[in-house]
């Protein structure tokens, strides 16, 4: 089983700021992996796929790169509705696991 | 516009079953998707429980494999949980959620449901 680890586990950052969030695999999911935006009482969004595909209507602030075990999530210039928790996903493997999370906060 | 929608009590009995039922609206359940599980324990993170293709195959996570069953109902365009011999640890937000048609990732989520396991 794929363990994602996510760093840190919160973020503080100003609004206009850049932000940039890490997630690590146990083994390669070579570009399998996602990143979802969760916002307090909502389901999560998708964000990005195959580490580096912004999902349709993603802004273009939103950016995800890498490749097997280490990938980076990018946040050009945060907005205050980005203020939000953060989660990666693997889906080269079952089970598809998810990273712990990243909150971001200002 | 694809909605997915979670339905079930949300109070289940410790050693009881919960049953969770998703409707999709907006989308076939018998394209070429596979249809998940995701819950969310209060305050922690996300949990892949499993999917279901409409022929009926699934993909269970392996530390729930023995207490889950998703099945599908083609005719209503939904697709179901059950999650035997729940404990309090089973309480969670639980979603439905689409694996888009590129790979198996979630591209849509219903709204979630809580389901506490308390007597």
């Known amino acids: 089983e794929i363990v994602m680890t996510q760093s840190p586990a919160t973020l503080s950052v100003s609004p206009g700021e850049r932000a940039t969030l890490s997630c690590r695999a146990s083994?390669?999911?070579?570009?399998?992996l996602a990143w979802y935006q969760q916002k307090p009482g909502q389901a999560p969004r998708l964000l990005i796929y195959g580490a580096s595909t912004r999902a349709t209507g993603i802004p273009a602030r939103f950016s995800g790169s890498g490749s097997g075990t280490e990938f980076t999530l990018t946040i050009s210039s945060l907005q205050s509705e980005d203020f939000a928790v953060y989660y990666c996903q693997q889906y080269n493997n079952w089970p598809y696991n998810f990273g712990q999370g990243t909150k971001l906060e200002i | 516009q694809v909605q997915l929608q979670e339905s079930g009590p949300g109070l289940v009995k410790p050693s009881g079953t919960l049953s969770l039922t998703c409707d999709v609206s907006g989308a076939s359940i018998s394209s070429s998707n596979w249809w998940s599980w995701v819950r969310q324990p209060p305050g922690k993170g996300l949990e892949w429980i499993g999917e279901i293709y409409h022929s009926g195959s699934t993909n269970y996570s392996p530390s729930l494999k023995s207490r889950v069953t998703i099945s599908v109902d083609k005719s209503k365009n939904q697709f179901s949980l059950k999650l035997s011999s729940v404990t309090a640890a089973d309480t969670a937000v639980y979603y439905c959620a689409r694996d888009s048609n590129i790979n198996y990732f979630f591209d849509y989520w219903g709204q979630g449901t809580l389901v506490t396991v308390s007597s």
């Open positions: 083994q390669s999911v070579n570009s399998n």
